[in-house]
T-cell receptor
C-alpha cells in the first residue's frame, strides 16, 4: 500500500520570502502522479501543482515549483515570493495510474504567512 | 457549470440516526470518490465508483454505504451514526481519460453527538 508523509505539521514564513514544504512517499509502482493541494479556510480543495513520475523535469506553476526526487521518493513544494493569500493547509498526494486513480494524502502542513 | 456540489453543507446527528449525503457533478466524469478529513490525518478514501452502477471500498469503508444509480450522482449513507464519524466529508470526481485531476466539492461538516 502507498503511504504519504508530511513531517511538518506547521510552517511559517515572512511575506515575500520563500518557503519549502516537505513530502515523502512510499510506493512499489514505477508510474504514478504526485500532487500538491491547497485548502484555505473556505475548506475548498484547490490543485496547486501536478508532477508525472515518468517526467524528470520538475513541474512549475508561476510562484510554485516542486523538487521531485524519484529515487529518494521525495516531493517538496517551494513557494516563492510568499503572499498573504498563500496561507492555508497544504496536502501532498500520491495518485495511481491503474484502475480508479485513487489518491493517497499526507497529513497536511499548515502554512502561516507573517506580514 | 457548477462542478461538484454537496448536500447538505452542515449536519448534526444523534448517535444511531441515519442520513444520506448527496454528491452531484455536471462534468460527465466517470470516476467519483468519497473522502473524510480528520485533524492530523489528511483525507482518507471511504468508497469510490468507476462508473454508473459500480462501487468499491476504499481505505476506511466501515459504517458507510454508497450508491451510484446515475452517472452524475454519488450518495454516501450512514445507517447508524457514531461519534467516530464526526468529520468533514468531501466528494470528488475525475475523468477516466485526459488530464489527471480530481475535482472536489465544498465539503460537508458532520457532527455526531
Amino acid at each position: 500500500a502507498q503511504t504519504v508523509t508530511q513531517s511538518q505539521p506547521e510552517m511559517s514564513v515572512q511575506e515575500a520570502e520563500t518557503v519549502t514544504l516537505s513530502c515523502t512517499y512510499d510506493t512499489s509502482e514505477s508510474d504514478y502522479y504526485l500532487f500538491w493541494y491547497k485548502q484555505p479556510p473556505s475548506r475548498q480543495m484547490i490543485l496547486v501543482i501536478r508532477q508525472e513520475a515518468y517526467k524528470q523535469q520538475n513541474a512549475t506553476e508561476n510562484r510554485f515549483s516542486v523538487n521531485f526526487q524519484k529515487a529518494a521518493k521525495s516531493f517538496s513544494l517551494k513557494i516563492s515570493d510568499s503572499q498573504l493569500g498563500d496561507a492555508a493547509m497544504y496536502f501532498c498526494a500520491w495518485g495511481g495510474i491503474q484502475g480508479a486513480q485513487k489518491l493517497v494524502f499526507g497529513q497536511g502542513t499548515r502554512l502561516t504567512i507573517n506580514p | 457549470n457548477a462542478g461538484v456540489t454537496q448536500t447538505p453543507k452542515f449536519r448534526v446527528l444523534k448517535t444511531g440516526q441515519s442520513m444520506t449525503l448527496l454528491c452531484a457533478q455536471d462534468m460527465n466524469h466517470e470516476y467519483m470518490y468519497w473522502y473524510r478529513q480528520d485533524p492530523g490525518m489528511g483525507l482518507r478514501l471511504i468508497h469510490y465508483s468507476v462508473g454508473e452502477g459500480t462501487t468499491a471500498k476504499g481505505e476506511v469503508p466501515d459504517g458507510y454505504n454508497v450508491s451510484r444509480l446515475k452517472k452524475q450522482n454519488f450518495l454516501l449513507g450512514l445507517e447508524s451514526a457514531a461519534p467516530s464519524q464526526t468529520s468533514v466529508y468531501f466528494c470528488a470526481s475525475s475523468p477516466r481519460t485526459g488530464f489527471y485531476e480530481q475535482y472536489f466539492g465544498p465539503g460537508t461538516r458532520l457532527t455526531v453527538t
